[in-house]
């Protein structure tokens, strides 16, 4: 389901909702490969307690660890700077 939305336009239809797109860290729609890598990698995020999750209130760029893994990042795009 996620990896589908993600490779297809970068946001599921939650992550729509909350004008958030799935990005590449060079601003393109994530591959097969690399959204099924964040996938897997965000599962491993949550077994220490999501520290994985938490690590972006302490990161500089504001990634969590599956963004490091996978070299993507969460992206929010105001409402009307969207091309939907």
Known sequence: FFVGFWTRSGRTLGMQSWRL?????????????????????????????G???????????????HDRLSHTRLRYYPKGDDDS
Request: net charge negative.
């Open 21 to 49: 797109q799935l990005e590449a860290l060079d601003g393109t729609v994530p591959g097969f490969g690399t959204a099924t890598l964040r996938f897997f990698a965000a599962i491993i995020s949550w077994l220490p307690l």
């Open 51 to 65: 520290l994985g999750f938490w690590w972006q209130l302490w990161d500089a760029e504001k990634l969590t660890w």
